[in-house]
């Protein structure tokens, strides 16, 4: 477990904070497994938690996915490459509507992109009075 995201279980909820404040907690592919895994180690341990609240440290809840990571060189450039990259992303958007426990994202600063997908996953989204949401991609005729 890398210093990318923080876990912590205090009264039955478990705590899961995306820990990038530097790069706006943007996503990239590594951080995707690590916060998939402790969502999935939340959602199992019935003895502890109850609920699993979803946040981001610094001055934003997260920037979307990471567009200074080499993505084409982890993944490669070709079309079958490219849909190995989109399932990846879909399968971590969607990790907290496969929970069966609640998770609420608990939303400061800019949400925007695949951070705001992944908020919208979640059963609650509580947005502090600074939050902004946001799908720019869209400005680039890529879908959300």
């Avoid at 199992?44 to 997260?62: A, Q, R």
């Avoid at 490219?82 to 879909?90: F, G, H, K, S």
Wanted: glycine share 8%.
């Amino acid at each position: 477990m890398t210093d990318e995201v923080l876990y912590n279980v205090q009264g039955r909820i478990a705590h899961i904070q995306i820990n990038r404040p530097k790069a706006m907690n943007a996503i990239h592919p590594d951080l995707m497994v690590e916060l998939s895994d402790r969502l999935k180690q939340a959602d199992k341990d019935d003895e502890n938690v109850s609920v699993i609240v979803l946040s981001g440290t610094g001055d934003h809840f997260g920037a979307g996915y990471d567009l200074k990571f080499d993505w084409a060189g982890r993944y490669g450039k070709g079309v079958l490459d490219q849909r190995t990259m989109l399932l990846d992303c879909a399968e971590f958007e969607y990790g907290p509507w496969d929970c069966t426990k609640p998770v609420i994202a608990m939303v400061h600063g800019y949400c925007l992109a695949g951070s705001c997908e992944l908020a919208m996953m979640c059963c609650i989204t509580y947005a502090s009075d600074t939050a902004h949401f946001g799908e720019p991609e869209i400005r680039f005729s890529m879908s959300p």
